[in-house]
């Protein structure tokens, strides 16, 4: 089991750049592979991307493809999201979800979420 803690969310304008950081006190964070989903309001939780425990593998949804990139440094047991040139449809609630398995999903253990507001 690991307790996720996401952080860096905030408000930017549209155009800009955000870094969130998901991090997790258990040294097993390390071995667990890490997603990224978000939230809008009024809309369903959607998949953004996710990573496998080495970093070796990652996966985008193709709106996010080229502007977002997923990182991990295991000795730092984090996991970054970084996201440039930002649009006001990528205001949501992040989450960061881990699972000891699966990259795709679906994840058993989730965070609180950071929120991301983009302005026009």
């Known amino acids: 089991q690991v307790h996720l803690v996401e952080s860096g969310g905030g408000l930017v304008q549209a155009g800009g750049s955000l870094r969130l950081s998901c991090s997790a006190s258990?040294?097993?964070?390390?071995?667990?592979?890490v997603g990224w989903y978000r939230q809008a309001p009024g809309k369903e939780r959607e998949y953004v991307t996710s990573?496998?425990?080495?970093?070796?593998?990652?996966y985008y949804v193709g709106s996010v493809r080229g502007r977002f990139t997923i990182s991990r440094d295991n000795a730092k047991n984090t996991v970054y999201l970084q996201m440039n040139s930002l649009k006001p449809e990528d205001t949501a609630v992040y989450f960061c979800?881990?699972?000891?398995?699966?990259?795709?999903?679906?994840?058993?253990?989730w965070g609180q979420g950071t929120q991301v507001t983009v302005s026009s």
């Open positions: 979800a881990a699972d000891p398995h699966r990259v795709a999903g679906p994840y058993d253990f």
């Open positions: 258990e040294r097993t964070f390390s071995t667990y592979a």
């Open positions: 990573i496998s425990w080495s970093g070796d593998r990652t």
